[in-house]
């Protein structure tokens, strides 16, 4: 694979980041039976390619993804830009406490990562999800401490919605925002990232691929796994799945024009979108790994990015990302 990883940077504090992140979630979860040996020779790979943007949480396995991650970057981390998350509180047995942004937590939640993960500092330190019992204020403040005691160098916010990222940014500097952002999910644009561009906060634009809808590979729900999240999800059941796979196949129509996959098409219409937005595509095989770095080698002429927002435009999915949406802050 010849493909050339270039960076962009993240904030006003300019995180340097690889142009393409990489998921690591389904590595450990959520997505079907896992393989820690290729997970992490994914990792490497993607090291060796020029992708050290590596995103991960406590709450995937939960706790084992930041040790796969771990081990992955072993003798490496000079190389590696570690983002991890702390907020969707999960016990050992894999079962859920909920949103957690008391700032005890925060301190507890940090230090823990940090071992799992066999690092002295986290490169970007996100809160998950809002906990709308507890002042942002308060939560933010704990994680600027973390800042000054050198546990964390930048921070970043997930999921918030603009009053909530400029309470949060009067704090303390907020780096980047991670939200959903797909040709499938474009929500962001009314509101949020005007905000952050206002604010001078990166975008981190997680599930650009539609929880792999856009790759054009899914054709019913029978191809997911029985413990595939997916199978649960309003995008993907019923009327609402084949009203997405028409969406999908006049995505697939323009790939084809392209000499591309329509994964690659949904990767670089995202960066198309502008430079202070970082796709983190996941995946746990070597050879999607290497489609999905493929795709910064495609360019988009104004007439292709017409005609993508023409077939795409904001709306066009149907359902709601999450069975449950009360805990996204809106």
Sequence with gaps: MDTTITTRTLGRDKLAVSTLGLGCMGMSEFYGPTDDAESIQVIRRALDLGCFFLDTADMYGPF???ILVGNAIAGRRDQVVVATKFGNERRPDGSRVGVNGKPDYVRAACDASLERLGV???DL?????VDKTVPIEDTVGAMKELVEAGKVR??????ASPTTIRRAHAVHPITALQTEYSVWTRDPEDDVLPTVRELGIGFVAYSPLGRGFLTGEIKSADDFAADDFRRHSPRFQGENFQRNLDLVQQIRDIAITKSCTPGQLAIAWLLAQ????????????????EENLGAVDVRLSDD???????????????GERYADMSGIDR
Excluded: C, F, M, W
């Excluded at 930048?154 to 999921?159: A, Q, R, T």
């Design 64 to 66: 084992v993804n930041e």
């Design 120 to 122: 002295e500092v986290i």
């Design 125 to 129: 330190y996100y809160q998950h999800r």
């Design 154 to 159: 930048h921070l970043g916010l997930s999921e």
């Design 274 to 289: 502008g430079d202070d937005i970082v796709p983190i595509p996941g995946t746990k095989r070597l050879r999607y790994l």
């Design 304 to 318: 292709d990015l017409a005609l993508i927002n023409a077939v795409a435009p904001i709306g066009a999915s149907a």
